[in-house]
Structure formats: structure tokens, C-alpha cells
């Protein structure tokens, strides 16, 4: 997870157990605008096998039904699941076995990626084959429920379809989107893979899974000082103890400000 840099540094930030492994959370977004209920990503699902789960240890009891349940919807009531990007840990949970029959988990909905990320998926680079599970997202298209949105694949910051803008980043996987949207007065940036965790900060701190870590690097530095300088919240996908954060500028960069969660906006 944290690419060439030791371990005897970054277990400062995420200690690892006796098997060498560390928590992870896959901590999703509901955004509710107007007459549309948002997902953003759907976590690893329950479709594939034991032994497949049996490589990463998933502990805990929470899931997405039992989230949605708690805010009073169902995943009936989904109109759109964006996904960030296609790896299983993003995408599992956007189709379900029914039967021995794969089909969307969420029929009212609209799923949403782009065209240079999902040909990169249908075609995966053996460094990815093993990320790009083709049961988490062919059922998609053979539904007609699959969209592409109208983005360039380059960098860049690009207004969508969607109640929000996106970040497109190439340095994790091709064309990988961040949601970027205002809540409560604040912007919100939802970091997926560019940036999982408050122990990521550091420019250096990239995972060895990015398929372009110098890009990642690259695109790292811009968003975090933009950031740091315009006040923007960033929420974490993977940190399992830390939902958001903001950072603030010092010598040696752009550095954690403070730690909080999205209920503390609305306070």
C-alpha cells in the first residue's frame, strides 16, 4: 500500500498485524440532489467465492444495505452508481449473483464510468488482470444500464452530466474519476485511489498498485496544494479510522490539518 516507502515509516500512520497486513475500509458515498440518490462506488460485493475473500480477511459486520438502511433508503431507491473506477474493490458490489444468474445490483439505476476506463478494463494490462474481474461489470452493459460520460481521459478537472464536477487522474488506472461537490457549504473531494489514506499525504507515500506511480506523484502535488490553499475536504475510501480530512500548508508541504467527519459539517 504504500509503494517503495519502508515500513518501519509508514507503520507510524497504519500499523500492521503480525501477518504484515493493515485495516482498510471501503467506505462509499450517498449524495442525495434533488429527485436523484447518487452511489459513489459499491465496495467488493458478496458474489465472489470464500476462497476468493479468504485473501483479504474482511472483518465487521456493516455493509451497503444495512448503510442505506440506516439513512432510510433501499438499493431500490438508487437512480445512479458512480464508479470511480473498475478495480474489484470499487465495482464488486455493482452486480450481484441472483440464482446462478449475475445482474446489476441496483435495477433503477444508472452506472456511470467513462470510455478510456472501461476499454482499459475490457482489455486489462496483465499488471491489472487480476483488479478487472469482468463478472463486476460486463452484466452493465448487457443490461443497458452502463453510461459513459462525455470527459477527456487527460489530467484535469471536467463539469459532467452529473450534480458535480470530476478529477480525472491516469496515475492509479486509466482515467480514474473523483467525485468534486459542495456539501454544506464545503467542497468535498472524494479521493477513491489517488490518495487513500491520511498516511498518503506525503508526496513519496503511493501505492505499489498504481500502474504509473510517478504520474500518481505528479498528480498528487497540484491537488494537494489546491487543497491545502482553497480549504477543500477530502474523504477517504480506504482510511479505516479517518473519514475526512484538510490539510494545511507548511514547510515541507502541504500536511494534515485537522481530522473530522462529514456529520460535523452539518453541525
Not at 70 to 94: P, Q, S, W
Not at 167 to 186: D, I, K, R, S, W
Not at 193 to 206: C, M
Not at 243 to 248: E, G, P, T, Y
Amino acid at each position: 500500500m504504500f509503494g517503495v516507502v519502508p515500513k518501519s515509516i509508514w507503520q507510524r500512520t497504519n500499523p500492521a498485524d503480525e501477518n504484515n497486513l493493515c485495516n482498510w475500509a471501503l467506505r462509499l458515498l450517498l449524495i442525495e440532489e434533488g429527485d436523484r440518490l447518487i452511489l459513489v462506488d459499491t465496495g467488493m460485493g458478496h458474489k465472489q467465492s470464500e476462497k476468493f475473500f479468504g485473501y483479504y480477511f474482511r472483518a465487521g459486520e456493516h455493509d451497503l444495505d444495512l448503510g442505506l438502511a440506516e439513512h432510510g433508503f433501499h438499493r431500490d431507491d438508487i437512480t445512479d452508481v458512480f464508479l470511480t473506477h473498475l478495480h474489484f474493490d470499487h465495482v464488486g458490489g455493482a452486480v450481484m449473483l441472483r440464482g446462478d444468474k449475475l445482474e446489476p445490483s441496483f435495477k433503477n439505476a444508472r452506472y456511470w464510468t467513462n470510455k478510456y476506463h472501461w476499454d482499459w478494463a475490457i482489455n486489462p494490462n496483465p499488471r491489472e488482470k487480476a483488479s478487472f474481474l469482468k463478472e463486476n461489470f460486463e452484466p452493465l452493459m448487457a443490461s443497458g444500464q452502463i453510461n459513459f460520460l462525455d470527459i477527456p481521459s487527460e489530467t484535469g478537472w471536467y463539469d459532467t452530466e452529473l450534480p458535480f464536477k470530476v478529477l480525472v487522474v491516469n496515475g492509479h488506472t486509466e482515467a480514474q474519476m473523483l467525485p468534486f461537490l459542495n456539501y454544506q457549504g464545503e467542497n468535498i473531494l472524494y479521493m477513491a485511489d489517488l490518495l487513500p489514506s491520511v498516511g498518503h499525504i506525503p508526496l513519496p507515500y503511493v501505492m505499489g498498485y498504481d500502474v504509473r506511480p510517478l504520474q500518481t506523484m505528479a498528480e498528487k502535488a497540484p491537488v494537494l496544494h489546491k487543497i491545502a490553499e482553497e480549504g477543500i475536504k477530502m474523504f477517504f475510501e480506504h482510511d479505516a479510522v479517518n473519514q475526512m480530512a484538510s490539510l494545511k500548508m507548511t514547510e515541507k508541504g502541504p500536511r494534515l490539518e485537522q481530522t473530522l467527519r462529514l456529520s460535523d459539517l452539518s453541525s
